[in-house]
């Protein structure tokens, strides 16, 4: 019995082995490419390799050329990645540009919007000077001649002609159910840089599955 549950436990640690693929980097700004990859963890680390780990017998194959890392398998396969965390990356989203490293991610779309996701605050701006700035207290809208909080003590709408307040029983109630919103859509999107790449990136790749690549 005991070599039984002996040559068990041995065949499952062979079964569990992981693998792993390192890549020097030694410039500080590094695109990143996937190709049917499903993120499971990205994690900053104080090394200048990255690393790529996975449990899965599919092949994975990372290719470093020109400053920008692939990162490929021919079937969908999770994985994780490890970044220096002293560089900066770049991921190229359908319409729009993605920037980031271990402090802040920032979007910049083809149509001029640019959003930034820093330390639990998620701001939204445009070429115009209107910006949308959301976090744990509430919403912050600002254009050229008006802005706009809503918060846990009401509504206060600040304009060139007048000045509106929504407070009291009503204004708190409004302004309690928006900061309730607000903090689902924080938890959603991410606590941190590493979460907000790894749902950007899981979702673009997903799209592309359709299109698998062979070797």
Known sequence: MKKTVLLILLLSSFGSSESTQTILLKNEIIELEFVNIKIDEIEFVQSDELIVTSESDIKISTVFKNDVVTITANHEVEMKLYLPQDKTYIYQDEGAQIVFDKEKVTINADDGDEIIFIDGQLSVSDGDGESVVIDKNGIFVKS????????????????????????????????????????????????????????????????????????
């Open 144 to 215: 050229n001649d008006e802005t706009v909080v809503i918060d846990s003590n009401g509504i206060v709408i600040n304009s060139d002609d007048e000045k509106v307040e929504i407070s009291g029983f009503w204004g708190k109630i409004v302004g309690g159910f928006i900061q309730t919103i607000t903090g689902v859509t924080l938890e959603v999107v991410g606590k941190n840089s590493t979460e907000v790449m790894k749902l950007i990136i899981n979702e673009q790749d997903g799209e592309e599955n359709s299109n698998q690549i062979s070797y």
